[in-house]
């Protein structure tokens, strides 16, 4: 082995000597340690070392001095190699003064870092005394893969322990002789030999180095572990991957990348992404992961819009997008309940952790990207252009196109109404410090347009961290803020009211789109423009598309700051307590317009409508930490003891409605709105919860770990239900098999691990206590019972998996099988409306997940090519094992069974799974065959049935990054393959006849049914329908699709290039979706109508998924 | 290291009590964290003993559903897309599922189910709400909740048959459904009861009104409520003519020899409007107007109206903005193409304000005419009846000309065209059209008398198209002209029209083995449009 390991059980901590720079290579977090000062530091209070030693060999004292205190050395062989025997006779002498003595006549110095100490070469004073004549003054550079210079590496001539320490620009300066051998090691890297030839100039770069080395990862809380010591699987992203190709909602780059985890988003650029981690486990409750930012649960902001019938709705994004993505250092993602554990109660769903930038001792740093993008649609409809309108007998036309063929074939394309949407992104960031302060700066802009007209998101972003140490080695403080500000126009609205697309994916193909470009027309009655539609509502709510973009106008603009303290006391060198308070306030302010001449539908008066609604949401979150690092002889314990409390509270009210008819048409005021029909709302509400946690961690001889957790939680979710506390205990245990058993050579790296957990999902507030609605100061009975008997719903996990490297650390392997249950659901049943209330909440139910998630990876070189795909494999498998078995009923004392229960929406069934989907279909018998009426028309369902499931058999992502010399290629093609999608779209479009099956169908005469030939209009608009209440069950397409993901490709120009003016500049083309592989789906199976636990897998006119085009230019000083 | 020990001892403790203390200290906050502050609580409920009586609003908001104000979406799926169109009265020029939807008897569950759960989830509730607070200590409050509560089921079982009825409320997962007969018998004895606890409350208290802030109908006149209930008593034993006729003849006769007396006057009419600070906007208007023209006057009213010379036509309709002048309706259950195509055809008479009518005295005097004719004692001949009938509802509308209208005998329904069409016309002469004439004839036969009164009462209570489409079941009158095109694929013969209307497929998810046994109350038929009512028993 070319290094000793560090036995830390913790990282090298930050401290006031030294900068911690984290490269995350693949899964592995290398820690570099640079050391920009070497000295002796004031460190180790309380350790003392008595020796007593004769010429006795220095490993062997600083054995002695190991056993003697809970530091390590770390060094490099070579280095000891000329060391003289020590003599040395000291009695309880502070740790430094024993090392000062150790180290007195030898040629080496040494650096304390948190628990490690660097032993390094000694600067030679007087230098030529011991040089041979031959020697020259060799000047060099060392250098990681990425061309980033390496400050702090050791550089040592061999068989003679001279040597040197590079600089802060990884260069140095040394006598050799040509023929002698430099060593040059630094941790994290390969250590590498480089033989003095005739050049005086030297450049050498260092391979990163796996083997042996302590990647250490970030967990739950923001405790950092040693990742070989997690019982748990760990997917760690580093935040160049998520820039690679941006997206405005950067969670939307985890796509493909980490296993056991299903990404979808909703349509349109400021959507929400919806992120399910090892499957759907809540019948009604939340099944999002859970953010995390530095440690912190984030509050998730979801949007309250988003469409939950045919009616449709608008998503006005999430929380999580609004983090600027360059300021992210690292993700990791936590997918199993038992990694989430210490979250407890809100655990159950996984977590993602987001670590952010820091700020960085020594040379101000600067970096700067900016990315330009187009988007255009990227699964398209497909219309025929055969066929014209219907047209009633009186002239009038229909907006149906079942007419006869056209003399010239339409050349209306509903694609045209789509704009290029664009993208441009900018940002920059200053990281820089001193020893006791650093600090890290961030601005960035966004301003993006969708394809849908006057679609806007303009997004900004700032950001400031300070860290500082206030006593040396003592206390220490990291201070945070965020302010985000975004103004978000006309969000897409997917459904059926206020969306342009309804219009314009129906328009009748004999008429002339073009016409309704001006979407309004002066009236000399009103002296103002009205809407030009001569086409009606169609009973759809269809108005004029560009009306409904340009005079139905909706703002949302969010301001959020974000703070926090966190303040950290070491009391002993093994036990620090560390407080953190954060406090993260989020105003949102909802404006909407409607011109005069929209649809009254909408306004309620022909003067127009206005609202306007402001939401604030503020979450407060603090905890104290107390935590403890000891090591007895083999054994090793880390312990966190906390208490935390997080607090939410929303306060909102809106206020609009018509303009009164009496009123100034288009004025938008609450001054001007009809009082008889003006209407107001309010939104408060608040929750709590306190908790205790601790979670301890066992080691022996850093091969084997017991690790144990356990919170406890107070939920004001739960005040009035029987008991208002939980607790979640989770264990697990990890073993290190290739460092207990010799395995075969091909095995480098072997590891095994299990746990289990008991996590929870935070019920919703108010359930518990019964109150009564109040409307327009009218009273109304309760429709909810209130559930006194509630119980947070309950995830019991086990999972168990292995972590293999083979090949000398080329090919890794992770694998991981879980298996969970979550019960105590916690649902409101709708009852029958004949049982006195119109919901009901029952606790039962229980939902099983089990399923893999694989993770492949491998570094390959081939010459100057590097290599490094990586392959992702997720698979669920979801099954209601009862809906409510047994159940007794707390109200009626009833014991009460079911089946099967309509829910949000949907319907479930014991024996199925979460993400069925149910609609009507077309009356088949057990074979299949279609059933038909006397006349040869096929029957339909009288209810509906089962037609498919929305979520996957399971997905792979396939990841590969290319570089050669300074050209760079990431290519991430991923696919989902199994489940079903649902399109009432098409559906729509066939009954109108205007999609490119209803023309194909009149083509061939008419639709085949059991041999016999079926009108095309009867078929597609009497029998499967043209209203939404019909047959959809005719219109589910496979979801599996294939796709290239993400693409980026670029050049790195190194520094020198630009006489090293700038650290390096990176000039790179991307893109998002770019090519559809294989998709047999009417539309794009990856995106959905809301991120919800249903309506999933269900299109009624939404607007396409994107396709991204871009460029990226990232500048660093 | 011994002062060490001591020293970290310290430590934690003091930072274990701190969590300790910080994590305990304030749980207490809960309870009030976990009320909605957007929600009144009981005890808020006292003041004023508002609890007592304010869920009447909540009733009397959804016997026709006005939930909302200003949202008409419930009533127009419920009622106007419904029953206002199988009683001849309105109909829609609006190409609805492609012009396949309940008009052409493509039955959409998202309509057909609407006054279910409406008048279940927010009359009955409001109900229990009474029941539970007041049966006891302020019968004369239940007594109201009562009385409407029959009104409104009445309404209900008589679109679907079977109802959830005596197990209402009763929690739990599955509601057992009551056969239509069992409902019937209960309403008779549910207004029996209520007219007996306001009778005795107001000998008690001569003139008190303990529930007029919450009454949107009576503002808290007991009288009327009594004469509203004997008049709901009369049209529910009415109901039972062709079933249980001896029932029905000792029910009538009961409810008109009350002491306290139906509703004779215009005053005496139930209707719900605006009062105090809550707003009723009439959801017709809203139809009509701020959804641009989903209603408009039907065929049949054309035909009757314009053909009768009928002067309440100004004050139903409008004339139509196509054809200045003239008063134009649209045959219900026709293809549609365009909405273009009719939705310029006559608008309803209706304002925002417009009251929402329940029950009218001229409605009162239609059915003591049919009892007159059917021998029960009615307090007056089957002539004096019928034209007081008409005479009220003259009255009402303030509209002139009665002498001439009762005199008429020559007048009858006239052709339809359809401009748009000539497939929905109605020739004269065809069998679909009405041949009944105005003035009341004794030498007439039995049956032309009965669709004389049927076809007065349906003009007059307009636009209740619940009663209208129950009568027109029930006796086969007025003369509703059939549908054009059939979309049920054979379940609904044109002919005999449309029945009633399937259970919600949602009892089918929520409340399977129950609805199943109401499917076997039904009497053998299955659950469909073609099923015909327990009580709809006359053969035509």
């Known amino acids: ?1117 | 290291m011994n002062q060490y020990i001591s020293w970290y001892h310290r430590i934690s403790l003091i930072a274990l009590s701190a969590l300790f203390l910080l994590s305990i200290s304030c749980t207490k906050k809960f309870e009030d964290y976990n009320r909605d502050p957007a929600k009144a609580t009981d005890s808020l409920l006292q003041y004023d003993y508002i609890g007592k009586a304010i869920f009447l609003i909540q009733m009397e908001k959804n016997v026709f559903p006005n939930a909302t104000t200003g949202d008409a979406s419930v009533y127009q799926v419920g009622q106007n897309l419904c029953a206002d169109v199988f009683s001849g009265f309105l109909a829609f020029p609006t190409p609805f599922g492609g012009s396949r939807n309940n008009a052409n008897y493509a039955l959409n569950d998202g309509w057909t189910r609407a006054y279910f759960s409406n008048e279940l989830n927010n009359v009955l509730s409001g109900w229990l709400e009474i029941k539970r607070r007041d049966s006891i200590s302020n019968p004369e409050i239940y007594a109201v909740a009562q009385i409407i509560k029959v009104l409104s089921m009445q309404r209900v079982t008589d679109l679907y048959g079977p109802m959830p009825y005596s197990a209402y409320g009763g929690g739990g997962f599955s509601v057992a459904y009551d056969s239509q007969e069992t409902i019937y018998r209960s309403f008779i004895v549910d207004l029996d009861n209520a007219i007996a606890s306001l009778d005795a409350y107001t000998k008690a208290h001569p003139g008190a009104k303990p529930i007029e802030k919450y009454d949107l109908v009576y503002s808290g006149d007991f009288i009327k409520w009594m004469r509203l209930a004997n008049s709901i008593k009369l049209r529910a034993a009415m109901r039972l003519s062709y079933v249980l006729p001896d029932l029905a003849k000792q029910k009538a006769e009961e409810a008109v020899a009350d002491v306290h007396g139906l509703l004779t006057d215009n005053s005496d009419n139930a209707q719900l409007q605006t009062r105090g600070g809550i707003t009723i906007v009439n959801p017709l208007y809203v139809i009509s107007e701020t959804y641009v023209a989903d209603t408009r006057m039907s065929a049949n009213m054309e035909s009757f109206l314009t053909g009768f010379h009928d002067p309440r036509i100004a004050a139903y309709f409008k004339t139509s903005t196509e054809f200045p002048g003239v008063y134009k309706g649209i045959r219900a259950g026709i293809d549609i193409i365009s909405k273009d195509d009719r939705k310029n055809f006559s608008g309803l008479n209706v304002t925002v304000s417009s009251p929402i009518q329940w029950m009218t005295a001229a409605e009162v005097y239609f059915l003591r005419a049919e009892g007159a004719l059917r021998n029960w004692n009615m307090n007056g001949t089957p002539k004096q009846l019928y034209e007081q009938g008409i005479q009220v509802s003259f009255a009402k509308d303030n509209v002139s000309g009665l002498d001439n209208y009762l005199a008429d005998n020559t007048s009858k329904a006239a052709p339809y065209t359809d401009p748009v069409d000539s497939k929905n016309n109605i020739a004269a002469g065809a069998p679909e059209l009405s041949t009944i004439t105005i003035k009341w004839e004794d030498g007439d036969a039995f049956e032309q008398k009965l669709e004389r009164i049927i076809t007065q009462k349906w003009i007059a209570i307009y636009p209740e198209g619940g009663e209208g489409w129950s009568e027109f079941r029930r006796t086969g009158y007025p003369k509703v002209f059939p549908i054009v095109a059939n979309y049920s694929n054979g379940v609904i013969p044109t002919k005999t029209q449309i029945r009633r209307l399937p259970f919600p497929l949602s009892e089918y998810n929520t409340n399977a083995a129950e609805v199943q046994k109401a499917v076997a109350l039904l009497g053998g038929g299955a659950d469909n449009g073609n099923t015909r009512l327990w009580w709809d028993k006359k053969p035509w």
């Open chain 1, 1 to 1117: 082995m070319c290094f000793k390991a560090i036995i830390a059980r913790k990282i090298p901590k930050f401290n006031s000597h030294s900068i911690i720079k984290t490269l995350l290579v693949m899964k592995i977090t290398m820690v570099s340690i640079v050391a920009m000062v070497v000295q002796v530091h004031a460190a180790g209070y309380g350790q003392v070392v008595s020796l007593s030693q004769k010429n006795a060999k220095l490993v062997t004292t600083l054995k002695q001095i190991e056993k003697q205190t809970d530091y390590f050395f770390w060094y490099e062989n070579e280095l000891l190699r000329q060391s003289k025997p020590v003599n040395i006779q000291i009695s309880k002498k502070p740790l430094r003064e024993a090392l000062d003595d150790c180290f007195k006549d030898q040629t080496i110095t040494y650096e304390i870092v948190d628990h490690t100490i660097l032993l390094r070469p000694k600067p030679v004073t007087d230098a030529s005394a011991s040089y041979p004549e031959t020697a020259q003054k060799i000047h060099g550079t060392v250098k990681d893969a990425a061309g980033n210079p390496i400050p702090g590496a050791t550089v040592l001539i061999k068989n003679t322990g001279r040597g040197v320490v590079t600089g802060v620009n990884g260069d140095f300066n040394i006598d050799a002789s040509p023929g002698d051998i430099l060593i040059i090691s630094f941790i994290g890297y390969q250590r590498t030999e480089v033989t003095i030839g005739s050049s005086s100039e030297i450049s050498i770069q260092l391979k990163t180095e796996e083997k042996g080395m302590e990647a250490v990862v970030v967990t739950a809380l923001g405790i950092k572990r040693n990742e070989r010591s997690l019982t748990y699987n760990l997917q760690t992203i580093g935040g160049k991957e998520v820039n690679n190709v941006r997206s405005a909602s950067f969670v939307n780059s985890l796509t493909g990348k980490v296993a056991g985890v299903t990404i979808n988003s909703t349509p349109g650029i400021g959507g929400s992404t919806r992120v399910i981690m090892r499957g759907l486990k809540s019948i009604s409750g939340n099944n999002g992961a859970l953010y995390v930012v530095d440690g912190i649960p984030l509050q998730q902001l979801s949007s309250s819009g988003q469409p939950g019938d045919n009616f449709g709705g608008t998503d006005y994004g999430d929380g999580i997008s609004n983090l600027n993505p360059d300021d992210i250092e690292s993700i990791s993602v936590l997918s199993g309940a038992s990694a989430a554990a210490l979250y407890g109660g809100q655990a159950a769903n996984g977590v993602v952790l987001i670590n952010t930038k820091k700020g960085t001792e020594g040379k101000l740093r600067v970096n700067f990207s900016s990315g330009a993008s187009v988007y255009k649609p990227f699964v398209k409809v497909e219309e025929q252009n055969k066929y014209g309108s219907t047209t009633s007998t009186s002239g009038n036309k229909s907006f149906e196109s079942w007419g006869p063929a056209l003399s010239t074939p339409s050349s209306y394309d509903p694609n045209s109404f789509f704009q290029t949407g664009s993208e441009f992104s900018n940002s920059i960031s200053v990281a820089a410090g001193t020893q006791k302060n650093q600090t890290y700066f961030s601005m960035s802009s966004l301003n993006s347009k969708g394809i849908i007209p006057n679609n806007k998101l303009n997004r900004y972003n700032i950001s400031v961290r300070n860290s500082s140490t206030l006593i040396e080695d003592k206390l220490t403080l990291d201070i945070s803020a965020m302010y985000l500000t975004q103004e978000l126009r006309n969000p897409p609205h997917s459904g059926q009211y206020i969306n342009p697309l309804v219009p314009v994916y129906l328009f009748p193909r004999s008429d002339n789109f073009d016409d309704y470009k001006n979407y309004e027309r002066y009236d000399i009655s009103h002296n103002y423009n009205v809407q030009y539609w001569p086409y009606g509502d169609l009973s759809l709510a269809a108005q004029n598309p560009y009306w409904t973009a340009y005079r139905m106008l909706h703002t949302v603009n969010r301001q959020r700051l974000l703070g926090s303290v966190a303040l950290k006391y070491n009391i002993t060198n093994w036990l620090n307590i560390a407080g953190r308070v954060k406090v993260d306030n989020a105003t949102d302010n909802d404006i909407t317009e409607n011109y005069a001449s929209t649809l009254q539908l909408f306004t309620g008066s022909p003067n127009g409508s206005y609202s306007h609604g402001s939401t604030t949401s503020k979450q407060t979150y603090a905890d104290l930490l107390l935590s403890l690092s000891k090591k007895f002889s083999n054994f090793s314990l880390n312990a966190v003891l906390g208490t935390s409390v997080a607090d939410n509270q929303v306060n909102g009210a809106s206020i609009g409605g018509a303009l009164a008819e009496s009123g100034v048409p288009n004025f938008f005021s609450v001054s001007n709105v009809d009082q008889l029909h003006i209407g107001g709302g309010e939104s408060r509400s608040r929750n709590q919860t306190q908790a205790v946690f601790l979670t301890a961690q066992l080691g022996y001889k850093n091969f084997l770990f017991l690790d144990l957790t356990g919170r406890n939680d107070w939920i004001s979710q739960l005040a009035y239900a029987e008991k208002s506390h939980t607790f979640y205990p989770s264990v697990g245990l990890s073993g290190i098999i290739s460092d207990m058993v010799k395995l075969p050579e091909f095995i480098s790296y072997a590891k095994a691990r299990a746990s289990m957990s008991y996590v929870g999902n935070p019920p919703s507030p108010y359930l518990t206590y019964a109150l009564y609605p109040v409307t327009s100061g009218v009273v109304t009975p309760i429709a909810a019972k209130p559930f006194f008997a509630l119980k947070p719903e309950k995830t019991a996990s086990f999972d168990a998996g292995v972590d293999l490297k083979f090949m000398n650390n080329k090919l890794n392997l992770s694998f991981t099988y879980y298996n969970t249950n979550t019960t105590n659901q916690i649902f409101s049943a709708s009852p029958p409306p004949g049982s006195g209330y119109s919901t009901y909440y029952v606790n039962a139910g229980k939902i099983n997940n089990k399923g893999i998630e694989t993770m492949v990876g491998y570094a390959g070189k081939f010459g100057a090519l590097s290599w490094n795909p990586t392959l992702t494999f997720t698979l669920n498998r979801n099954e209601i094992k009862e809906v409510m078995k047994n159940y007794q009923n707390p109200f009626t004392g009833k014991t009460e069974s079911q089946d099967s229960l309509s829910i949000g929406g949907g319907f479930i069934a014991a024996g199925g799974t979460l993400s069925d989907i149910y609609q009507r279909a077309l009356l088949r018998d057990a074979n299949g065959v279609i059933q038909t009426n006397a006349d040869g028309t096929p029957q339909t369902t009288v209810k509906a049935v089962k037609v498919g499931r929305s979520s996957p058999d399971y997905n792979i992502g396939f990841n590969n990054s290319f570089t050669l010399h300074n050209f760079y290629l990431n290519v991430l093609i991923d696919g989902r393959f199994g489940g079903q999608v649902v399109s009432a779209t098409q559906s729509l479009m066939d009954g109108y006849g205007v999609s490119k099956e209803s023309a194909a169908a009149r083509d061939a005469g008419g639709v085949n049914v059991n041999g016999k030939m079926i009108d095309a209009q009867k078929y597609y608009k009497d029998i499967l329908g043209a209203a939404t209440s019909t047959i959809l069950g005719e219109y589910v397409y496979s979801a599996t699709n294939i796709r290239v993901r993400e693409l980026s490709f670029g050049y790195n120009f190194p520094g020198k290039y630009f006489n090293d003016k700038i650290q390096g500049l990176s000039i790179g083309v991307t893109a998002r979706n770019l090519l559809m592989l294989y998709n047999k789906a009417p539309f794009d199976p990856e995106v959905s109508m809301a991120t919800g636990t249903y309506f999933q897998g269900y299109d009624y006119f939404m607007q396409p998924s994107l396709r991204q085009l871009g460029l990226q230019l990232k500048v660093s000083f």
